[in-house]
C-alpha cells in the first residue's frame, strides 16, 4: 500500500499497516516514535551503542503486539511502556540490584529534593546518568515515568521497601553530585 506522501496517516492508519505487515507503514511508525523511544532507552542504558539495539528489540515487539492495543489509553503511552519494560528487561540481564533490608528503609531520609528542585530537567538528566544502575532504574522508573514504588517492585523484581530505599539513596547521590558540581549547598 503507497501512502498519499501528502497526507499524514493517522495513529489507526499506521496500527492496521502495521498488523498488515505494511513496511510503508511500520517506517512512518518508527519515523515518528523512534527519537522518543531512544530517549526512552538511554534512561536506562548508557552506552549508545546498547540502547539503540534495545530500541530497535523494542520496535519489533511494538510490531509484534499492535493487534493487542485495545485503544484504551494513548497510543505513545502503549509504546512507550513495552520500551520501558524492554529496557529494563536489558538491564536486569547485565545488573543486580543492591539489596537494601526494609529496615534500612526506615532510616533513610527523603531531603535531598531542594538540591534538585533548583536545576532544569536537562540538567537533571545528564545528571541521573552518573547514578549506579539500580539507583538509575528506580529514579528514572518513579521520578521520571511516574510508576509507583509498587510498580517498581514488581517490574524490577524488588521489594517496595528496597525501591523506596533505592529512591531515596539515588536522590542523596544526586544531591552530593549536584553540590560538588555546581557548588549549592543546604543551610540547616
Known sequence: MTYPSNQIPTETDL????????????KL??????SKMY?????????????????QEGFIKVYKNLSKFRG??????????????????????????FNVTEVAENTIE?????????L??????????????GYKAVFNMHVIEGYSHKEISQVLG????????????????????IEKRFGQTESK
Open 110 to 118: 527523603d531531603d535531598n529534593l531542594s538540591a534538585l528542585d533548583s
Open 15 to 26: 496500527i492496521n499497516g502495521c498488523i498488515n505487515r505494511d513496511p510503508e507503514m511500520q
Open 29 to 34: 511508525l518508527y519515523d515518528r516514535f523512534s
Open 120 to 133: 532544569a530537567v536537562k540538567d537533571i538528566l545528564s545528571i541521573v546518568n552518573e547514578l549506579t544502575p
Open 158 to 177: 524488588i521489594t517496595e521497601g528496597t525501591s523506596k530505599s533505592q529512591l531515596a539513596r539515588a536522590k542523596g547521590v544526586l544531591k552530593k553530585i
Open 72 to 97: 484504551e489509553g494513548s497510543f505513545e503511552g502503549w509504546i512507550r511502556r513495552i520500551f520501558i519494560h524492554t529496557s529494563i528487561e536489558h538491564y536486569r540481564k547485565k545488573v543486580k540490584l
Open 39 to 55: 530517549g526512552v532507552c538511554l534512561r536506562y542504558i548508557e552506552n549508545p551503542e546498547d540502547a539503540n539495539d534495545v530500541m
